[in-house]
């Protein structure tokens, strides 16, 4: 099986169109189509097909999008470590992360990293934990940053910190001057929400729900920015990991609001995959990455 078919049929499934494939490989559209037709030949399947104006898998076609992933990994892989003699300052390295380390305890890291480590390439992306862990295991990202356990068995975590999720106000809420607020109290404030997906969101609809508690009034917004945002302006309250509001805190725009009985504690996992061979430029960031979590705060100190 060609591994440059098998590139091709993956830009074609991302796309799900044969022309922005093909923009995409920056080849073209014939070229794309051509490519396809021999893979299909050969596995003597029909991968793709034309409803109406839509282009989707078949049955066949999904089944070759999860393999032909890991496959394509797993040879970069066997290259990498071919060529992992290299010096710890040049070279390749790639970074995915969740929201919450992505925005509030990578990027520290990254920047000591990066100006010690000018030559190395850097990429790095935030996206949800299910598209961070899809990366991994397509290698197309070396390590990965997340909320919680990663879902497959493929991937090995190393815990590295502890993380809080706690409810918030702007300073001059009425909530913010009590020293205890009962959770019935909750469900009578507007709330500013996280997207449905995010981890954060579901783990603190998990502990309502234990409480019998419904959130009346939401407002719903992708991404934690855009949240405390809201928040400041005295739109609502809402929720949200500790490390995001540590500035805020500080500085007295925030408070954390003192909600009976809630704890929502979630561990920082660093993930990769099992099969991973670390080059020393890696290895170089594990320390830094390690190092850089030694003597974080407790969780809910600022």
Not at 56 to 81: Q, S, W, Y
Not at 85 to 105: C, F, I, K, N
Not at 114 to 123: K, R
Request: with cysteine; aromatic share 6%.
């Amino acid at each position: 099986m060609n591994p440059v078919h098998l590139q091709t049929f993956l830009a074609v499934q991302k796309h799900l169109n044969y022309t922005r494939a093909a923009e995409a490989l920056f080849l073209s559209q014939p070229a794309v189509s051509r490519q396809i037709r021999q893979l299909e030949e050969n596995l003597g399947l029909r991968l793709f097909e034309q409803i109406g104006k839509s282009l989707n898998l078949t049955d066949a076609g999904r089944t070759l999008a999860e393999e032909a992933g890991k496959l394509l990994g797993n040879m970069e892989r066997v290259a990498e470590i071919v060529s992992s003699h290299r010096s710890d300052e040049r070279g390749r390295l790639r970074v995915g992360a969740s929201t919450t380390p992505g925005l509030y305890l990578l990027p520290s890291v990254l920047g000591r990293f990066h100006a010690t480590y000018p030559d190395v390439e850097l990429h790095y992306v935030i996206e949800n934990s299910l598209c961070i862990e899809q990366k991994i295991l397509r290698n197309e990202l070396d390590f990965g940053f997340l909320g919680a356990h990663p879902s497959h068995n493929e991937l090995v975590e190393e815990k590295l910190l502890d993380d809080e999720i706690v409810c918030f106000s702007n300073a001059t809420h009425s909530l913010a001057k009590r020293r205890r607020i009962d959770v019935a109290s909750l469900a009578r404030e507007t709330w500013i929400i996280r997207e449905k997906g995010s981890a954060t969101r579901q783990l603190f609809e998990s502990w309502l729900a234990k409480t019998g508690t419904t959130l009346g009034s939401t407002i719903e917004l992708h991404g934690p920015e855009a949240v405390k945002a809201l928040v400041a302006a005295g739109v609502g309250i809402s929720f949200m990991s500790i490390h995001g509001l540590k500035q805020e805190i500080r500085n007295r725009q925030f408070k954390k609001l003192p909600v009976t009985g809630l704890r929502l504690e979630r561990p920082i996992f660093l993930v990769r995959h099992a099969d991973k061979h670390t080059s020393p430029v890696m290895e170089t960031f594990l320390t830094l990455v390690r190092s850089g979590f030694v003597g974080t705060p407790p969780t809910g100190r600022c």
